[in-house]
């Protein structure tokens, strides 16, 4: 899901910066698209119909790019002027999942949450450099733009983020080490609109009622949710992705690969069984993640969801869990070949999210 990936240079380059970029996103799974728009002067950036003008062939080339990947909601790595432009493409209702801002000079206090809660974009990063004067200096020749790219924006909301580079300048971010610790991480995570997690949610709900017929439990016991790596590769749920989970600190749960049940799956990419003795043995959780856990918790299925793009990867990690009545592994067997197929079926779900 959403493998495409654009990205877009600033003014008086032709951003060979990207071109370096690209082989890392092919190597991380990505499909990427190096935008060029040509050399931009000083002067242009200064006149409002050629702003206007490159506002207008984004727009245009996100219409190729997203025709050619079948993509409907592309990631989109900008700098400078670049940032500019994206920006104004969601003032003009374009959808992004990531978009991943360095150097940029889009003011301080735009408008995020609004974009955010809308579902407009999934999540933002912004990289700023505290050397870096020209996100400051843009706004003596155009006056909507900031100086996010020096300090960070100033609005507030779960899924922006910003990290700043004390000794970064405008066009220190591009370099491999960067690419890979810090932009690829970020694109990998995976957050999924409100308006767009109804399939996702619909096999939750499904395939909690027919494991709780084929054990003869009540519905209101069996869970289930989806567990997939953050930025540091610690798994995590999102937002919306539960069914019959109600406790809000149960939900910010994370798991590092090879521990817990869920850990285990992911690690292995093989379905893992856990069920509550006296505890939890080998799949216990550390302490603070292990007190956010119910404790009427008696058994977890952890099946991973293979990634249909990538042989061999998983998306993330689907689990089903019941509370209260204790079971075995024998008694959990029946239903481990249905929560395979459900893996299967959540892969397609998320491969039609891009």
């Known amino acids: 899901m959403f493998r495409c990936v654009m990205s877009l240079h600033g003014i008086r380059t032709r951003g060979v910066w ?5 082989p890392v996103l092919a190597r991380a799974g990505f499909i990427p698209y190096a ?27 996100y219409g190729h790019v997203t025709a050619d990947a079948e993509s409907r909601r592309p990631s989109i790595i900008a700098h400078s002027f670049g940032t500019y432009l994206v920006k104004g493409a969601i003032d003009h209702g374009l959808r992004f999942d990531k978009v991943i801002f360095a150097g940029s000079i889009v003011a301080s206090d735009f408008g995020w949450p609004r974009v955010l809660e809308s579902g407009q974009v999934n999540l933002v990063r912004n990289d700023f450099g505290a050397l870096d004067p020209w996100p400051r ?7 909507d733009s900031g100086n996010s790219g020096t300090s960070g924006f100033t609005t507030n909301h779960p899924r922006l983020f910003g990290k700043s580079f004390p000794a970064y300048r405008h066009s220190d971010y591009f370099h491999r080490t960067h690419f890979e610790r810090e932009w690829i991480p970020t694109l990998m ?4 609109a409100q308006d767009e997690r109804w399939e996702l949610t619909n096999l939750l709900d499904v395939t909690c009622q027919v494991v709780a017929t084929r ?31 109600w406790n ?37 959780l550390p302490g603070t993640e292990l007190a956010k856990v119910d404790p009427r918790l008696k058994w977890i299925v952890s099946t991973p969801i293979p990634d249909p793009d990538i042989a061999g990867a998983v998306l993330g990690v689907f689990n089903v ?22 893996a299967q079926l959540l892969a397609v779900s998320f491969n039609r999210l891009k």
Request: hydrophobic share 40%; with cysteine.
């Open 18 to 22: 990207q071109k370096d970029l690209v």
């Open 215 to 245: 054990l003869n439990i009540g519905q209101q016991l069996v869970r289930s949710n989806i567990f997939v790596p953050d930025e540091a590769r610690r798994l995590r749920i999102p937002d919306g992705l539960t069914h019959n989970m």
């Open 137 to 143: 200096m843009s706004r003596w020749l155009v006056h």
């Open 189 to 192: 995570r995976v957050v999924v």
């Open 35 to 61: 935008l060029d728009y040509g050399t931009f002067s000083t002067f242009s950036f200064a006149s409002g119909r050629a702003r206007e003008n490159k506002l207008k062939w984004l727009i245009e080339e």
């Open 248 to 284: 809000a600190a149960e939900q910010t749960v994370t798991i590092m690969p090879g521990t817990g049940c869920c850990g285990v799956a992911f690690e292995r990419r093989e379905q893992t069984v856990a069920v509550m003795r006296a505890d939890w043995g080998k799949h216990t």
């Open 321 to 342: 869990d019941g509370l209260v009545q204790s079971k075995t592994q024998d008694d959990l067997e029946p239903i481990l070949d249905d929560l395979l197929v459900a």
